[in-house]
C-alpha cells in the first residue's frame, strides 16, 4: 500500500475545513454538550466541542463524513483543545486522554468507510493537537514579564497524553496546528518523539504555525522563516501555516516557505478576514479564486480549510487542485 509520502509526491491532498463551523450548524444547547455523561458536571460544558467526540459521536462522524465526501483526503480528528491545560477551563483535565481517543476512533471509523468504498482514493486520519490555552515563552502578565503561567515539563506531559490517546484511537499522523508560541510547539513535538520511542513506532508528523497578523510573525514574534528553522530538526512530513488570515493574506508567508523548506508544505486558511460580527464572507467559489494563486505558483502539496471554511469550500478546492501538480520537495534548498 502506498503511503502518504508517496502519495503527495504525485497529487496534491485535501485536508478537511473547519470542525467548529459545522458544530455551530447543529445549534447545540448546554445538555447536548452534557449528554449523558456528563449530565450532573459541577461547571457549563457549551462550548467544549472537543467534548462532542464522547457526548455526540454521531455527529462529529457525519462532519467528518461530509468533508470526505467532498473530496478530502485527510480529516483532522476533533481534538484540537483536547489537552488538560484546556481542559481545565470546564474542570475536565481527567477526560483529555478519553477525549482524543474517542476523536480518533470516531475519524478512523469514517475514514476505512470512505476507503473501503474508494480503494484508489485511500483516506488518512490526522490526529489534531491544538496550541492549548498556554503560553510557555510569554507572560500573561504584563507587570511581571518573567512569569510563566505552564512550564515547559507541563505542556510536554498535556502534549504526551494526548498524543498517545489520538495513537491509540488509531490516527496515521499528528497535526501540531494552529502555532502561536514555538515553544509550545517544540514541547508537542518532543512529546510525540517520546512516545514513538516507547511504542517503536514512526508516525508522520505536520506542523502548522499561524501567522497572527500584518507584520508576518507568530505571537511570540518569529518570522516565518526562523518559525521554519526553530522546528526543522524534526523529520517532518509537512510544514504550513493555518488561521488568522484568508488566502490572499497568506500567500506572502508561504511563499517563504516553499522556497526554503525542504519538507512538505500545507495550508488551510480562513474563508477570508472576520467581518465585524465574527463570521467569514468567503464564499467556496471566492476562496478558490484566491487559492488559485498557490497552486499556479506551486507553493503547496496539502491545501485545505480553516475557520468558516464548510465541505462547499473543500469541494470547490478539491476540484481546482486536482489540476494542479503538487510542489516539488526534491530541489536543492537555500539557507
Known sequence: METITDILKTRILILDGAMGTMIQRHKLEEE??????????????????????????????????????????????????????????????????????????????????????????????????????????????????????ITFEELEENYYEQAQGLLKGGSDMFLVETITDTLNAKAALFAINRLCEEEGVEVPIMISGTITDASGRIL????????LISISHMPLLSVGLNCALGARELRPYLQVLAKKSNFFVSAHPNAGLPNEFGEYDESPEFM????????????????????????????????????????AIDQEVPA
Not at 477525549?99 to 486520519?125: C, G, H, S, Y
Not at 518569529?222 to 518559525?227: D, E, G, I, R, W
Not at 505558483?297 to 481546482?320: M, V
Open 32 to 149: 447536548d454538550f452534557r449528554g449523558t455523561h456528563f449530565k450532573d458536571h459541577e461547571s457549563p460544558l457549551k462550548g467544549n466541542n472537543d467534548l462532542l467526540s464522547i457526548t455526540q459521536p454521531e455527529i462529529i462522524k457525519s462532519i467528518h463524513r461530509e468533508y470526505f465526501e467532498a473530496g478530502a483526503d485527510i480529516v483532522e480528528t476533533n481534538s484540537f483543545g483536547g489537552t488538560r491545560a484546556a481542559q481545565a477551563d470546564y474542570h475536565l483535565e481527567d477526560q483529555a486522554y478519553n477525549i482524543n481517543l474517542q476523536a480518533a476512533k470516531i475519524a478512523r471509523e469514517v475514514a476505512d468507510e470512505m476507503t473501503a468504498k474508494e480503494p484508489e482514493k485511500p483516506r488518512f486520519v490526522a490526529g489534531s493537537m491544538g496550541p492549548t490555552t498556554k503560553l510557555s515563552s510569554m507572560s500573561p502578565d504584563v507587570n511581571d514579564p518573567g512569569y510563566r503561567s
Open 288 to 327: 478558490a479564486e484566491q487559492i488559485k494563486e498557490f497552486l499556479d505558483e506551486g507553493l503547496i502539496n496539502i491545501i485545505g480549510g480553516c475557520c468558516g471554511t464548510t465541505p462547499e469550500h473543500i469541494k470547490a478546492i478539491a476540484e481546482l487542485a486536482a489540476k494542479y501538480k503538487p510542489r
Open 220 to 227: 511570540s514574534g518569529q518570522t516565518t522563516h526562523a518559525f
